[in-house]
């Protein structure tokens, strides 16, 4: 009954895990906005969801230690065991989202930002806010430079089957 009381006593409390959770959505959702700003399959409520998911499974994960950890004597819990089990779930889920014609392969990006989003919920409901804004940042400042590139670099070899097909 202690292990209740205290639970529910945390449970009113205790806003930093509801933090977690708000800060969770609201990175899901420029993560989504992101994609859906390019049209992609997977957008605002996607990555809003599995930011969220992830990092409600990980507060779960983690407090659960706290509340039923003392139960019984000589047990031992893993407060990121469930989160070992978002990475599998992420991977299937990002796995539905590739598909293949020929020799031509989409949503893999997708793919990857599910789990990328995955990761950020993790963090995030872990309580690791600075590094995770600090990897969103990055990623971001990259995935710019990268688009960048690839665009340049598609143009040049546009221009250069323009030039072959022109002779």
């Known amino acids: 009954m202690q292990h209740i009381m205290s639970f529910l006593s945390g449970f009113f409390f205790d806003y930093e895990i509801y ?14 906005f992101d994609r859906t700003h390019k049209n992609k399959p997977a957008g605002v409520k996607t990555y809003t969801f599995v930011t969220v998911a992830s990092a409600l499974i990980t507060i779960i994960s983690i407090e659960s ?3 039923y ?17 978002i990475v599998s779930g992420l991977g299937f889920l990002g796995a539905g989202l590739i598909m293949k014609t020929g020799f031509e392969v989409k949503g893999l990006t997708s ?14 409901g872990a309580g690791f806010y600075g590094i995770v804004i600090f990897t969103i940042i990055t990623a971001f400042f990259f995935i710019r430079l990268g688009g960048w590139i690839e665009k340049r670099e598609h143009d040049k070899a546009q221009a250069k089957d323009d030039i072959d097909l022109s002779l």
């Open 111 to 124: 793919a990857a930002m599910i789990l990328f989003a995955g990761g950020v919920g993790i963090g995030i």
């Open 19 to 32: 933090f977690r959770v708000f800060i969770s959505a609201f990175l899901g959702l420029l993560i989504g």
């Open 69 to 85: 950890g003392q139960l019984y004597d000589n047990t031992m819990m893993d407060p990121m065991r469930l989160t070992a089990q």
């Open 65 to 67: 230690v706290g509340v």
